[in-house]
C-alpha cells in the first residue's frame, strides 16, 4: 500500500484526510501526552528515578505488566475456543452467546469489578469453593489476573471471528486427505493461517488490561507491593497533590506499554508477512 | 486400483442426495462424473473420498476390492484436488507440495534431501519449476490448480479425485489444463474420477462417462456411446445442443411440426404423445421442397461466425429451433434472415411418455 501524493487516485483528498488525521490525533492524543512529559519534566533526572525504582513502585509495575501478559495470554487460549465455536458450529441461542461476548465492552468496569468482587469474595459463590482448596481468588493478585480476563476477552474474540471465518473448511479437508492428524492440521494450518490475527488480539487485550482500574481496584483489595496496580498508584500520588510524582510513574507505564504494543504489532507485522504477498 | 460402489445412498436432511448409486471405475481408468449442479455428482465423489460417509444400510466401497468404507480420510491414499484449490496461504509453493509429506509419521517420513527431491520432480510434472518459493496469492488460477494437483500427487495416492478442477479458471485456461491433465494421465496412469458439469469437458477428457440426475445415475457409457446412443432423454438433451419437439407416435411413424417421419428410432416408445429430439446438425436445408419429408422454417437470426453457421429457426407452428450447417453450404444457399427454406431431419430419436424421465 505505497501512496505516493502524485498517484492518480479516483477519490481525491488525500491531502484533507491526512491533515485532518494529524491535527485529530495531535488533539486528541499527542498534545494530552506530551503534557504528561512536560510535568514530569520538572523533576530532575535524579527525583525522577527515585520515585519510579521506589519499591512499592517496582511492585507495582510488575503485578501490572505481569497480570496483564497472563491474562492476555489465557484469552488468547479460551478467547480463540470460543471464536472458534462460534464461527464453526450452528447451536441454538448461538446469537445470545455472540452478544454475552461483548459485555465486558459495554459494562461500567466499577460493575464488573463489584460483581467479580461479589463472586470470588471468600464468601461469594466461588470464592467459598476456592477457598478450602487453599486458593485466594480475591484480594490476591489471582484476583487481579480475574479481572483483566474478563475485561480483554472481547478483543481476542472480535479479532479472531472475521479471520476464522474467512478460513475455508475445505483446507481442513485438504490436509485431512494429504494424511495429517487433528493436530497436526491446527499446527500447520489453522493456527499459523489466524496468527495475525491471534496476535493483534492479544496486544488489544493487553493495551486494554495495563490501562485497566476500575474493575480491578475493587477485587484487588489494594495491598501495597502485593496487589495495588500502577493505576492506582498514580490515582494516589493524585490525591496527595503529588503531580509530577504521579506523572514520572504515568511516564514509564507509557513508554514501556509503547515498547510492547510496538513489538506486538512487529510480531503481528511478521506472521502475517505471506498474507500480503498477493490476495 | 480400480473404484467400486455399491447402493449409495445419501439424505441430507430430507434432500436426498444420492439414490442407490452404483459405480466401477477400472485400473488407471479416468472417469467424468457428469450432471448439473444439484444432481449429487460433488457428494458421490466426496464419498469416495472419505470426506463424507454414506446412509447407514448403502453397500460397500471398494478400492482394489478391498472395502473402505469405514477407512479415514487420511487411510484411503486418495489425492483430492478441489474447486478452489484449498491451498495453504501462508506456505509457498514449496511448503504446500511437501506438506503430505511432511506430516508422516517419523519412521516413514523421507528425509530433507528426499522430500526436496520429490517436490521438485512433482514441480517440474505439472510445469511449475522455479515457482517453488512464491506463494499461492501470487499465483494465477491455473497455477494454483496445478500446485494442488501436485500436492495432492505428493502422497503418491492410489485414486486421484478431482472436484470440478477447472470450474474457477477462464475458458482459455480450461482448455489448456484439460489437454495437459489428460497427457498427464496418460503419463501416470493413476485411476481418477473427476467431477464436472461441462459436458466438453466430460466429453474430451474421460475414458468413460458417468452422467447424475436428481442424485441418480443416468448413463454409464464412453463418451462416443452417451453422444450417439444415448439411453434417456436427460441424457439426450443434456449432451451437446438438441432441438426438442412435442409430438405424437401412431402406426409406427412419428407426427410432429406438421410432418410425419418414419424412423427406426422409436426406441420403443408406446403410441401416443411424444418428444422428438433432433441435434442442429441433423438437419438438411434446402431452398425447395425435395420429396424428402421436411418442414416450412423462417429463418429468424444467423450467427456465422466459427466454423459453422447456426440458424436460428421458426416453423410454421410456431416453435423455433436451431440448424447447423458447414460454411460452404450457407454460402450455395445463400439464406438471409427473413427467407423461407424447407427442413429434412436426417436422423432424430424420439422419446414416449414411457421411457423418457
Redesign the interface.
Known sequence: MRISLKQHSVLPGFGLTLGYTMVYLGAIVLIPLSALFFKTAALSWGEFWGIISEPRVLASYRLTFGASLLAAGINAVFGFIVAWTLVRYPFPGKRLVDAAVDLPFALPTAVSGIALTAIYAPNGWIGRWLEPLGIKAAFSPLGVTIALTFIGLPFVVRTLQPALEEL?P??E?????????RS?TFR??IL??VLPALITGFGLAFARAVGEYGSVVFISGNMPMRTEIAPLLIITKLEQYDYAGATAIAVVLLAASFLLILLINLLEWWSSR??R??? | MSIEVHHLTKTFGTFAALRDVSLTVLSGELVAILGPSGSGKTTLLRIIAGLERPDEGSGPILFHEKDMARRNVGDRQVGFVFQHYALFRHMSVFENVAFGLRVRARFSRPSKQQIRLKVQQLLSLVQMEGMAERYPGQLSGGQRQRVALARALAVEPKVLLLDEPFGALDAKVRQELRRWLRRLHDEISITSVFVTHDQDEALELADRVVVMNQGAVEQIGTPDELFHHPKTEFVMSFLGQVNRFHGRVEGGKVLFASITVSTPRLEGAPAGHARVFIRPHELDLDLQENGRPGLKAFVLRIYSAGPTVRLELAAESGETFLAELSQDRFQALKISAGSTIFVAPRDLRVFGSGNGR
Open positions: 475455508e475445505e483446507i479437508e485438504a490436509a485431512a486427505t494429504l494424511g495429517a492428524s497436526q500447520r494450518v499459523p493461517a505471506h498474507h504477498k498477493g490476495a
